[in-house]
Every structure is written in structure tokens, then in C-alpha cells.
């Protein structure tokens, strides 16, 4: 148990290397003689010399030269470890109308609290009915919990204010009639 951070890593046997080697590994090459990975020199491979022009030809194969992974990485522009600050996330389609439907929650909230100071049941019913239509929107669409929430809630706001509204309505409607047939 050599190792702290992993005590349950195997240790290799004390003659063999951890590593294997590379074949021609500690040998010195002069510069521009031939390079690792089968290329020869400054990169360029043998084969696509052209005598007559004296040139190398095209047909390397460009960045994905041999020894160098190609895997794994992200594509043009993205970072390999999500957005980078200020830039933005992936974000699904519908977040439109999912906003849609939370700020008009809020303005169902705010019509049906106007309701109740204002113009009652002219503004608090159609608040409970546009509220309504916006729980429904936000069911078909599949929106997010919160979104639902906020529909239900405006609905709820609204539906509750003008049962209030109504039934003080009627409670004055049944003291005027009271006062009318008590004289």
C-alpha cells in the first residue's frame, strides 16, 4: 500500500517498467533526419516529394497527423467544458412561450388584486378566465413545473377574489332588498 490517494491500486513488480518502451527510445537522432510517428523530417512524409518540381505534394493528411487524437473534442467554437462566462447555455425552443405564459400568470395576479379596488367582477372574472386558458396552455405545451405553478396560482388568485367579489356583491344586492321590504 505505496499508494495514498488509491491504496487499492495493484503495484507493478519491482523489474518490470511501468512503462512500455518505444521502439528505438533513447536513441538521439539529429535534427531533420526522421521523426517519431513515421514521419520524416519537419513533418513532411517522403512519399509526397515531387523530384521534378522539387516539392512536396498534398497528400498529407492534414491535421489529423499519426499520434495526435482526434476524439473526443468539441466541435468548432464550442469549449469542452460547457459555455464560457456570458455566453449562453443551449436552451430548449420553447422558452418563448413558456415566459409568455409566466409574466401573463403575473398579469392575471396583478388584474385580479386591481379587481378588488377598481372595477370587480368586470376585471376579476375575465382574469379568472384568461387564467384558466393560460393553465391550459401551459399543459399542452409540457412547460416546466414552475410555469405551471405560476398559471395555477394566477388562476387561483383570480378565482378566489371573484368569488369574494360575488358573493359581496350578492350580500349587497340581499341588504338592499332587506332594506326596501323592512320600511
Known sequence: MSDPVN???????ADQAPFAQQPGYGQQQSYGTGGAYGQSAYGQSAAGYDQSAGQYGYDQNGYAQNG???AGQPP?????????????????????????????STIVIILAALSFFTFGLLMSVPAWVWGQM??????TSNAPMDVLDKARMGRMIAMIISIVQILLTLLFVMMIIAGIFSH
Open 76 to 104: 468548432y467554437g464550442e469549449s469542452a467544458y460547457g459555455p464560457t462566462y456570458g455566453q449562453p447555455a443551449y436552451t430548449p425552443p420553447n422558452t418563448y412561450q413558456y415566459e409568455s405564459i409566466r409574466s401573463n
Open 134 to 139: 393560460l393553465v391550459t396552455n401551459a399543459q
Open 7 to 13: 491504496p487499492y491500486a495493484q503495484q507493478a513488480p
Open 68 to 70: 495526435y487524437a482526434q
